[in-house]
């Protein structure tokens, strides 16, 4: 699979800018994208019409496609429209759920996509996977990555700042999620590639030492690559392993036990967090926990809503939502007990 990975193209190219998305008819003119230029468009439904009138004067002939939430059912809708209208390329623009959305049904589609950020909730916007709700809960799927991307720094900074800020919280996941394949590789000869864990690792130490946050572009801008390259990590991977370990696991259980309680980024945050306690790496758990506080993001399971025996019942649980995957929570393999009172220590470790 890493082998097929190296293989895969990069995207043709990105941009982070101002007014990226009122000039998107200029990126779509490259041939590489589309050449007849029938190219359809889909919004989410919060600011879907915003969008629209913002791209009309250089997409004026573009099908928009509204998407009603980040559902399987929503993506599977999409897909079957645009095999009816023979398409060439789908532009999806919005947050994660949108995106992830568009992924999935271009895929279905099998034409390629444009992702166009306006938040940076997370790396979902070049990753290969597609996060979509479902009946049974929500689900992670395989689709190939952007063919380009492209982050509106107007619509960011317009954004809810927690969903921005969270971005953070996933990228500087990545420190955590790689010290879980080492360990792998150390315990279980799991192979390793070093050109995705270099990548994951780099995004993360952009990030982690930075003194600006949210409200400079120069911040925003750096946070959008690191993002991204953090999503092609995944891709040279194969797999999401450089950019999701124990950390991933605790929010997935999380999501499932309690949905609703905070958001993808800051319990990857919380939950990388945890895992350098766990690993009694005072150094990394120090700077993890600076860069959350710096960033106004959750350090305690209090701050995101939950109790002490709640996050303990979902570090419980959070093994079995990847199933083969070792992490320092498999290598432990701590009781009930043992969990309840590790995650004490921690409170008291990093409570103000």
């Known amino acids: 699979m890493p082998i097929l990975a190296r293989m895969l193209p990069a995207p043709l190219?990105?941009?982070?800018?101002?007014?990226?998305?009122?000039?998107?008819?200029?990126?779509?003119?490259?041939?590489?994208?589309?050449?007849?230029?029938?190219?359809a468009v889909a919004v989410g439904a919060g600011q879907g019409d915003r969008i629209a009138s913002v791209i009309a004067p250089s997409l004026d002939e573009a099908q928009v496609f509204r998407v009603a939430d980040g559902s399987v059912d929503a993506a599977v809708s999409l897909g079957a429209d645009l095999r009816k209208g023979a398409y060439e390329a789908l532009v999806g623009i919005g947050g994660g759920k949108t995106i992830d959305a568009t992924k999935y049904a271009a895929s279905l589609a099998g034409i390629p996509m444009v992702a166009v950020a306006t938040n940076l909730s997370h790396d979902g916007i070049c990753s290969p996977v597609?996060?979509?709700?479902?009946?049974?809960?929500?689900?992670?799927?395989?689709?190939?990555?952007?063919?380009?991307?492209?982050?509106?720094?107007?619509?960011?900074?317009?954004a809810p700042s927690s969903l921005v800020r969270s971005g953070v919280g996933d990228v500087v996941s990545n420190l955590s999620a790689i010290e879980d394949w080492q360990l792998g590789n150390a315990e279980r000869g799991e192979p390793i590639d070093g050109l995705a864990c270099a990548m994951a690792r780099t995004a993360a130490e952009a990030v982690i030492g930075r003194t600006d946050s949210i409200e400079s572009d120069a911040f925003l801008t750096v946070l959008a690559e690191a993002?991204?390259?953090?999503?092609?990590?995944?891709?040279i991977a194969g797999s999401s392993r450089p950019s999701s370990g124990g950390d991933h696991e605790i929010l997935h259980a999380v999501d499932q036990l309690f949905p609703g309680t905070s958001n993808h980024g800051e319990l990857a945050g919380i939950g990388a967090a945890f895992c350098f306690f766990l690993r009694e790496d005072s150094r990394r758990l120090s700077q993890v926990v600076d860069c959350l506080r710096a960033h106004e993001l959750p350090v305690t399971p209090a701050d995101a809503g939950l109790t002490g025996d709640q996050f303990t019942e979902a570090v419980m649980l959070a093994p079995s939502t990847r199933p083969g995957r070792y992490t320092i929570l498999e290598h432990l393999r701590l009781s009930e007990s043992e969990i309840r009172d590790r995650v004490g220590d921690y409170v008291r470790a990093v409570g103000r």
């Not at 941009?15 to 994208?33: H, M, N, P, Y």
């Not at 597609?130 to 317009?158: C, E, N, Q, R, Y």
Request: proline residues 3%; aromatic residues 4%.
């Open 13 to 39: 190219t990105m941009e982070v800018r101002r007014g990226a998305i009122a000039q998107l008819g200029t990126l779509l003119a490259d041939s590489r994208v589309a050449t007849s230029g029938r190219v």
């Open 130 to 158: 597609a996060s979509l709700t479902h009946d049974g809960g929500k689900g992670s799927f395989g689709v190939p990555m952007p063919l380009a991307i492209v982050v509106d720094l107007d619509f960011v900074h317009d």
């Open 227 to 235: 993002l991204i390259l953090s999503g092609m990590s995944m891709v």
